[in-house]
């Protein structure tokens, strides 16, 4: 009998998510055919079987979490394996049971006292209880009496009556979140409750970034998000206490220029990673960019393309967000958040109004690393240099 184990698919995976079995059990299974479809908190496999057989036991639920390494089926090798009368072990078999039934002479005990309570019986009532429980259709059994020695009085049935209704008002339906999603409060609750996450916000005149894409444009097109990456990564270099992760007592600063884009797919927020973007022109940034996104989109992304990042930006300029909090992603010290630009007045001083592209830009870190004094130097220098843009000619 083989066990078949959840699987382990980056260094940092501790448990996964059964997202579909392909076979059932009692279906016979080649070595290197598809057996399971895996979801891990950044990335979903399909996994095969390694060896041949049959499918003796489906341990593992759909839409289950189990540790890695934890039994999630069990693969007969041979017909007389799979004939076998002898019980999986126990301890898996409780491990897969999401509700146990209760002891049969339980429920017979429940069932033996709702038919005596049944059959006992008049049932005391008024008069108008029983007219008014006739005419709305009630059963007056249903009722519980608050009158002389348990009699049903009118008030009672109008209070069975609101109560009901207010049960039907409560109707609701339930939805289990799915395996990315959990994965992602789970690490959102960690952030929050180890760090002290703290936001300051400044508004930044795009006018001029905007004019240089614009002439960039006539002849190639390049993504916002993609400027701001080199941006910020020659910020980093100046500021390169934001280029790190903590673990509650050592800053890991790092050397080289990693930087996490949170793009939006249908499992939910992928952060997929640019490397090296220092290193990059913003047309090589923008390839990148593409590329990592549609693989973040279309589901095929890989643990090199979620892993390595020192600094994160999420861009919801887009979706007419203008100002909110980014959430840190797992240990890194802070996120940088950029809200839509709109068109505003902005005075310049008492005789030059201006019509100017504005945008905020929320930078949220861990006060246990970063001081509030360093955080607004970082969105200074970010200013100056999105305000002042001509050096970004030079990067293209």
Known sequence: MFLFKMPK????????????????????????????????????????SPVDGYVRRLVGKEGEEYKVGEVIAYIAETEEELAEEEIIPPAEVEKASASPERPVEEKEKVVERVATSVET???????????????????????????????????????????????????????????????ISRNLARSYHEAVVITNTTQIDLTGFFKIKKEWEEREKVSVTAMLLKVVSKILSEFPLFNAHFDGEN??????????????????????????????????????????????????????DLTGSGFTITNLGMMRTEIFTPALNRSEVAILGVGRTKKELKIEDE??????????????YDHRVIDGALAAKFLGRLAELLEKPDWLKDEF
């Open 251 to 304: 800053v890991k600063k790092f050397k080289n220029i990693n930087i996490g884009v949170a793009v939006d797919t249908e499992r939910g927020l992928i952060v997929p990673v640019v490397r090296r973007v220092d290193e990059l022109s913003i047309r090589e940034i923008n390839a990148e960019l593409v590329r990592i996104s549609n693989l973040a989109r279309e589901g095929n992304i890989q643990e090199a």
């Open 121 to 183: 019986g008049f049932v005391k009532a008024s008069p108008a209880a029983k007219r008014l429980a006739r005419e709305r259709g009630i059963d007056i059994k249903e009722v519980r009496g608050t009158g002389p020695g348990g009699r049903i009085v009118e008030k009672d049935v109008m209070n069975f009556l609101r109560e009901r209704r207010q049960t039907v008002e409560e109707e609701f339906t339930v939805e289990k979140l799915s395996p990315l999603r959990k994965m």
């Open 351 to 364: 005789t030059n109004i201006m019509i100017r592209d504005m945008a905020w830009f929320s930078l949220s």
């Open 9 to 48: 698919f980056g260094l940092n995976m501790e448990s996964g998510f059964i997202n579909k079995w392909y076979k059932e059990e009692g279906d016979k299974v080649k070595k290197g055919e598809v057996l399971v479809e895996i979801a891990s908190e950044k990335i979903t496999n399909d996994v095969e």
